[in-house]
């Protein structure tokens, strides 16, 4: 029963140590990744694994991304950016407590939200 026991540990801990991420040199991001991360270089090495990896999978979906899909990312930041901090952080709360489903639903609701109006190199939201 004890060996058992100590089994299952120890497959939990192996478990949890296969998930754990490991840092991610500059040196071995893509060249397009650099670009697209060019603002962290300076502090990289000091970003913790997890954000690296995140922010390393988020500049090769940037990558892959048509020149519209990127054009609609950059017009929802600036929209978020552009609110007051407390209204950031409101929405920040709302979003980190809503399921995958919840989420779906809301860009779903807000995908007509933000039309395309280029003028003179910004985006402007339509009301």
């Not at 026991?5 to 939990?12: G, Q």
């Not at 478990?15 to 670009?35: F, G, Y």
């Not at 603002?39 to 995140?54: A, D, I, T, V, Y």
């Amino acid at each position: 029963m004890m060996s058992k026991a100590l089994t299952i540990i120890f497959l939990l801990i192996f478990c949890a140590a296969s998930h754990a991420q490991d840092p991610i040199a500059w040196e071995d991001l893509s060249a397009e990744q650099q670009r697209v991360l060019r603002k962290f270089e300076g502090r990289w090495s000091e970003l913790p694994p997890h954000k690296q990896n995140k922010l390393s999978r988020g500049a090769k979906n940037w990558q892959n991304m048509s020149p519209e899909k990127q054009d609609k990312v950059r017009e929802r930041y600036k929209w978020y950016k552009d609110l007051p901090p407390e209204k950031r952080e409101k929405l920040r709360e709302k979003w980190q407590n809503m399921s995958p489903e919840e989420r779906k639903e809301f860009r779903k609701k807000h995908k007509d939200k933000f039309k395309h109006k280029k003028k003179k190199g910004s985006w402007k939201e339509d009301r």
